[in-house]
């Protein structure tokens, strides 16, 4: 089953989204013994701020850049999958228990976009940001003959830098945990 099929009597959109996180998170616990915890980290930003960090604009091997508007309301679209993933981790958690959101995203802002008012954050460290693909959290767009060994699976996820960000927030949610 894929996140784009949708099963019988589901919603489409953010809100059948958040009712299938919230079935699958109380699957988890209900599987998991009483005193388990489930961890649940929110997806990362992928850019940096455009109008700080755009600079000279990288192109994705060759391909077409992302706009700085683009780049914004996909920052936007992710903090709005964040929130999607934290309420439903608080629904679940409220019939099941045991279960944590760890958010690493970057402060989160309101600003003015495509006529409204949204939600974004930027990561210094996300696409577009200064330095080279080493110093960034996230993967660009790979293409099948990408000459940094890559796949395609991997554009637009972490770096090895951007799981090791993500794991640091996560190492200190456990840390607070009395085992």
């Known amino acids: 089953m894929q996140l784009s099929e949708l099963q019988p009597g589901e919603k489409p959109g ?6 299938r996180l919230v079935k699958a998170y109380e699957a ?15 997806y990362p930003v992928p850019f940096s701020n455009p109008d700080k960090d755009w600079g000279v604009a990288f192109s994705t091997l060759g391909c077409s850049t992302f706009s700085k508007s683009n780049a914004q309301l996909a920052n936007a679209m992710v903090v709005r999958l964040g929130d999607t993933i ?40 996300g696409l577009y940001s200064p330095g080279t693909l080493t110093n960034w959290n996230m993967n660009p767009v790979i293409l099948p003959f990408s000459p940094t060994g890559l796949s ?28």
Do not use: C, M
Not at 14 to 19: A, E, F, M, V
Not at 28 to 42: C, E, F, K, N
Not at 160 to 176: D, F, H, N, T, W
């Open 14 to 19: 953010w809100d059948g989204l958040y009712n």
């Open 28 to 42: 988890v616990r209900t599987a998991q013994p009483a005193t388990g915890h489930l961890y649940v980290l929110s």
């Open 86 to 125: 934290a309420r439903a981790v608080q629904k679940a958690n409220s019939e099941k228990g045991n279960i944590h959101f760890v958010d690493w995203r970057p402060p989160i802002v309101t600003q003015q976009l495509n006529g409204r008012r949204q939600r974004v954050a930027y990561d210094p460290k």
């Open 152 to 179: 395609p699976q991997d554009s637009l996820h972490p770096t090895v830098r951007g799981y090791a960000a993500g794991s640091a927030v996560l190492l200190e949610q456990l840390s607070r945990h009395s085992w």
